[in-house]
């Protein structure tokens, strides 16, 4: 298994300001995949993340309102900039396990509210 | 395309009633499927999971069946507990990088 642990925990922000949330996985993993999560919904995945490139979007996210970090195998940051009160959700980290077995690891999250 | 669906809650049960939360999938090929937990306040965490056909995943009295004939991996426990409430996701991954996430299930127990 894979301990995953964000910073911080949770936050709340003032419109127009960014935020940076930190991963850190116990392991080193291959990929890390951030979502969001609004309240009483789904998750979205917003990006994954892989060591040494660019990390790859999904469709809606752009890396301008959502740059991402991954400097080393085991971190990994998400910046939500420019916040409005339509980015309140809760943001999760989330690695695969390795080997192939497909399953996922998700850290506590990071509830995030915008004034 | 690949997709979850699960059946929409809240269910509402008093324990030690019996739980079935129903999930189809549609994907090509074999996915994998799961069930994912998530408690208030955390992340999601891993039910249980199965890799191919007819297998049963099984973990905390918690079981799902891989029916490829009827695309379903229903998930049931046979007596619930307060403590088991929470949100429930089925999720498929067929290949590639992403996994595909139902729209969850949120379970009320009531003692």
């Known amino acids: 298994s894979a301990v995953i642990s964000q910073k911080p925990s949770r936050d709340i922000c003032q419109r127009g300001t960014s935020l940076t949330i930190q991963c850190q996985v116990d392991s080193q993993v291959t990929m890390m995949f951030w979502y969001r999560q609004q309240p009483g919904q789904s998750l979205t995945l917003i990006a994954t993340a892989n060591q040494g490139s660019e990390a790859t979007y999904e469709s809606g996210f752009v890396i301008d309102k959502f740059p991402i970090s991954r400097p080393n195998l085991t971190f990994s940051t998400l910046t939500v900039s420019n916040m409005s009160p339509e980015d309140s959700s809760i943001y999760l980290c989330?690695?695969?396990?390795?080997?192939?077995?497909?399953?996922?690891?998700f850290g506590p999250g990071t509830r995030l509210t915008v004034l | 395309g690949n997709s979850v669906t699960q059946m929409e809650g809240p269910v509402t049960l008093s324990e030690e009633a019996f739980l079935t939360i129903n999930c189809t999938y549609t994907a090509t090929g074999y996915p994998s499927l799961f069930w994912y937990v998530q408690y208030p306040g955390e992340g999601l965490q891993l039910l249980l999971k199965?890799?191919?056909?007819?297998d049963k995943g099984s973990n905390k009295g918690f079981e799902a069946t891989y029916r490829k004939e009827t695309t379903s991996f229903h998930l049931e426990k046979g007596s619930v507990q307060v403590s088991d409430s929470a949100v429930y996701f089925c999720a498929l991954k067929a290949g590639g990088f992403k996994t595909i996430f139902g729209a969850g299930t949120r379970l009320f127990v009531k003692a």
């Open positions: 989330s690695v695969e396990r390795s080997g192939g077995y497909n399953e996922q690891f």
């Open positions: 199965a890799t191919k056909a007819d």
